[in-house]
């Protein structure tokens, strides 16, 4: 009868990532959120539902999952939701370098640092600038780092026109 296409099965499937993320089965809620977003590209809960399905994947250690889910958010997203876009590459980046792959790290956060500067909130500036100065740092790239570094304290200089 084709029910798997109507709404309520379509948001369904949402639900269930949600309901396996409450009770922290967390590679079963990735599954669900990372089907809804395949099947229902254009619904507003899709590109949240990829993000969500990226930290989980992060956070279980199946990276070459979530950067597969991160390349997908890109094409999908990465022009009608640069906030979000900004946030996964932000992730994936700071995922990178935690885990010592400086380099990987760089190249993420040096690629996507126009965009974060232009579409995150400012705490999110603030900590990819820091971890792109860090990852310069590690690769022995002491002006780049140094150049990342004066921007956070810069940043800080007057700290009302933030709000």
Known sequence: ??????????????????????IAVYEDAAVYYERFAAENPTLPKAPEALQDAIVLRLGLGQEKQA????????????????????????AIGSHLLEKGDHAA?????????????RHATIDVQIQAHALLGRAYDKLGMR??????????????????AMT
Request: net charge positive; aromatic share 8%; charged share 25%.
């Open 1 to 22: 009868y084709n029910l798997h296409r109507t709404d309520p099965a379509k948001k369904a499937v949402h639900e269930i990532g949600a309901n396996y993320q409450a």
């Open 67 to 90: 950067m597969a889910d991160a390349e997908q958010f890109t094409k999908s997203y990465g022009t009608t939701q640069p906030a979000l876009a900004a946030r996964v590459s932000f």
């Open 105 to 117: 790290a760089r190249k993420r956060l040096a690629d996507a640092i126009s965009s974060i500067d």
């Open 143 to 160: 002006t780049q780092a140094l150049a990342e570094h004066t921007k956070v304290r810069g940043a800080w200089a007057n700290p009302e």
